[in-house]
């Protein structure tokens, strides 16, 4: 019954490691500045759409 019990506990405690890590990705991100993000989205979808027609293109 132990182990039972212990297990809830180890869960909630990777959950708030797991906010944590996620709290201090955000800040770091705050860093760079927002015009390097949008060329990061830009450029992720060209891939995607790129990507996608190679895949129809190649069918």
Do not use: H
């Not at 201090?24 to 015009?35: A, D, G, H, M, T």
Request: aromatic residues 8%; hydrophobic residues 45%.
């Amino acid at each position: 019954m132990e182990s039972k019990e212990k297990r809830p506990v180890e869960t909630g405690r990777s959950q708030l490691d797991q906010l944590v890590s996620m709290e201090q990705f955000y800040e770091n991100l705050r860093k760079v500045p927002i015009k390097y993000l949008d060329l990061f989205i830009g450029l992720c979808a060209a891939a995607l759409v790129i990507v996608v027609a190679l895949g129809i293109w190649n069918r």
